[in-house]
């Protein structure tokens, strides 16, 4: 500590509370830190950070091992172990309540606002169902102009025989878009890269991430994807239509901007916390009602996965919400075709409106259950790999960015791996094919028809279907799955004979041909070859050979696309790779068992409906999701019938996933190093609650009831009075990182709680200057209840001030000098501040004794930031924040605790005393630098 910083602390040091002794980091050595960071101060460099970027992890030398428990290779019920250096990073990430403070200047602009009736909340949720649903229209529109010009000309390069010409356009038009979309993202806003949904789970959940809700990074976000998606990389649009939701309900629940400079007048109801986040919710149901036409399976996926806070209320209306969204991008669908219009406004087709529409169903059979449960621990097998892999290349790719210094170098590193993915893509799908034999589809003449010339012409209506009959004619299996157009690619294969089929009165193309099976499943964007994996009685369709190929190809580029510096999403691919192997085990039991069509017994041994349960357990064993998931591949098939087959695949998968690794999303919240609070943590140690270890050396779950509040806090905890010296408050918030303080009030030579505040409003009320100030003998003089009976119907300061993330910027930009003149000069040593009306007076806390379970379950339940743990007389022994709460903090203190007692114990034993007690004295010492306070046992 330099002079200067010695004689600004000399004045006055913060007060810590007084109270038991606690954990503190002298007593541990690994112990984390107990700070949050200066809101402000660090949001600026971790934009980089919270993309893939923390390069200095990378030297981190921690937690060896590839498969080292803890880590990426982790149970569900694993606590994750973080390295130190991970520790720093989780540090420096602020977090905030779900509810605004309670404060008097909150219940100001709370009478102000209009009365509290429901209609406006509805006309905001429609307006960001309506925008949602239109972005979604767009961005798949601007798909699929840019990819059916890349792969028409592609075909016709090689229909015309010219495969080097062919691999030349692929590769130079597909690494252009990709070069665009890693551009954007790189260059203009490395907070779009990725899917964002990591990022936006962590929000909900109350941390605060940098730069995801920003106009900027919605447009960024928006073209990244087309051009991710459009080049032909294994990544998919879903993930990205979800963070843009959540864009739109976060900005335009506002109506307001500061990127565009933008305040209107209008719903300035909905400008808290509480409100925002649940526009937030919706916005995110409904990116996904747009991408997948699913709107059940939206307001489920917003409830199960996103959202840590649900209420009944918000269900109905983020319902309202996700079927507008359906609603307008079927509308428009129905309109356009490529931005071509169709003049079919309003006809809804389900090959439009249904993403995979199976053509028709199958009756499901008891047997069907046995390879289901098969094909779903399998997906849970190889979801975990997926998320273990995934990981894996993501601590890669930053040790390998870690090796550049230059700022410049990185970001060249960072937008080279998108385009030699793509180079690697574009190169396989193009020449691969050559590798396998071409595919016949023989059609022939079903029994019962006769031709005359090149008409041929039903003459009864018993007539068969080839099983290698894949073309449109009217008996063929593919008639109605691709709105009658054979879809096969022909590639550099033999053209077949081809004469007229006349049914129905209508006359169809009826041929013998041949088609590249490889060719089929890597030629045009992932959902094409997924409706191809989906067509049922195409039995014979795809082979072993090429779909284990594809399988193999596809899971490494995803798993190694899903990550890098562009935005894109991972659920077309997880339902493309889960296709593929539930494809591959439906062919070896057609194989095994042959071909049965309805209404055999056996109809249900179909490659097609074994593809489904594959992609649906895929996309389980990654994500573990399971109510939403199921809606959500009912609601894109429109395969009814198949529902309890899916239920049954994806729990087996979720149970066999759970048992290897976490979901892929909190793993990547772990990997981000991104604060978050589980439902409930399960803390495990090898010995029970009295030290003795289980039998066997086993571990086991801790009870948390078994524990206390006081066993979770930071303690010394740094108060401030409520009415404040402005000096000693400016060095506070200059040398502490805190970002709360305990609001205290004098009685009777006690310090008791009365409410918090935040190092935010702390920042705003100092910057308003001296009108705020007053001498001692200037204060007022009413007590904490008259001042509770009788608030004051005005402030100085107002609560869009305070809540203002535009003026915290400001004010902490403009006020570092602002404050260390308060520090330096004495005379504001005479001066104090009355905090009164700016604190929130329902600030939860606990009393120490409090069950460690249930205080877990308010401060998740309620969405805090801060609990203040009180003694018996209500003053402040502690506080508990959300990192403190984190599993892998609460197992380091309960173990602390636990040897704390095992040594108590044996001293009393030694001693020969009959129970073991502990009692310590303690003072307290500061490091006026990084703020942390020690413990020093007397």
Sequence with gaps: MNSRQENLMSGARPRAAAGAPSVSSSDIGSWRSHTSSMELGVMGNLEEDHTGGEDHLATDKEKKGFFARGREWEARTDIHQYTAAEKQILATFDSFDYLPPHSTAYKVWLRNQPQRYEWDRWVMMGMIGFTTGFVGFLLHQLIDVISDFKWDNIRDLIHGSDLVGAWGFALWYSVLFAFISTFLV??????????????????????????????????VKFFSCVCAVASGLPVGPEGPMIHLGALI???????????????TPFFTRFRNSEERRNFISAGAGAGISSAFGAPVGGLLFAMEEVSSFWNLKLGWQTFFCTMVSAFTTDLFNSCFDKFVPKHTFGQFFSSKYILFDVAFGININLLLFIPAALIGIIGGVLGALFTFGNVKVSRGRRWVQGKFKRRFSKMIVRMVEPILIMIIYATIVVLLPKAFSCSTYQCGLPPGFTCSGDICSPTSNDSDISPRCL?????????????????????LCPRGTSF???????????????????????????????RHLFSRSTHLEFSAGPLVTVLVIYFTLACWAAGSAMSSGLVVPMLLIGALYGRLIGYGMVRAFGIFRPPSYWAWIDPGALALIGAASFFGGVSRLTMSLTVIMIEITNDVQFLLPLMVGVMFAKWTGDYLTHPLYHALLELKCIPFLDEEPVIVHAADETGHHHAHGKSGPSNLELYQARHAMSSPCVTISVHEKVGQMARMLLFLQHGGFPVVREQDGKHLYCGLITRQNLLVVLSHGECMFQRQDELPKYSFEDYMENEPRNVAVPFEKMSSSASRSSTFAAGINRLSQY????????????????????????????????????????GLRHMPVVDFSNQVMGIITRKDLMGFSLEEKIAYHRH???????????????????????TVTTDSVDGQYHLLTE
Excluded: W
């Excluded at 073309?471 to 590639?491: I, V």
């Excluded at 006359?507 to 997924?530: I, K, P, R």
């Excluded at 877990?856 to 309620?862: A, D, G, K, S």
């Design 249 to 263: 309900g976060a900005g335009l629940s506002q109506f307001r901007s500061r990127t565009l400079g933008i305040s």
């Design 471 to 491: 073309d449109a004619h009217p008996h063929s299996p593919r008639l109605n799955q691709s709105e009658g157009k054979a879809s096969l690619e022909h590639y």
């Design 500 to 530: 007229d089929f006349v049914a129905n009165g209508t006359t169809q193309v009826h041929s013998n041909d041949s088609y590249s099976q490889v060719a089929t499943l890597l030629f045009g964007t992932g959902e094409v070859t997924v």
């Design 823 to 862: 520090a330096e000069d004495s005379r504001y040593d005479e001066l104090y501040i009355d905090l009164m009306p700016y604190m929130n007076q329902s600030q939860p806390s606990v009393p120490c004794n409090f069950s460690l379970h249930r205080t877990y379950i308010i401060f998740r339940t309620l």
């Design 186 to 219: 790189v260059v203009l806003r490395p907070a779009a890269a990725g899917s964002g949904i990591p990022e936006l789970i962590g929000f909900l959940n109350g941390t605060s991430v940098a730069a995801i809700f920003n106009v900027k990074t919605m447009v």
């Design 900 to 922: 704390s007692r095992r040594g108590a114990a044996k001293a009393s034993a030694m001693s020969g005393s009959a129970s073991p007690t502990i009692s310590v004295s303690s």
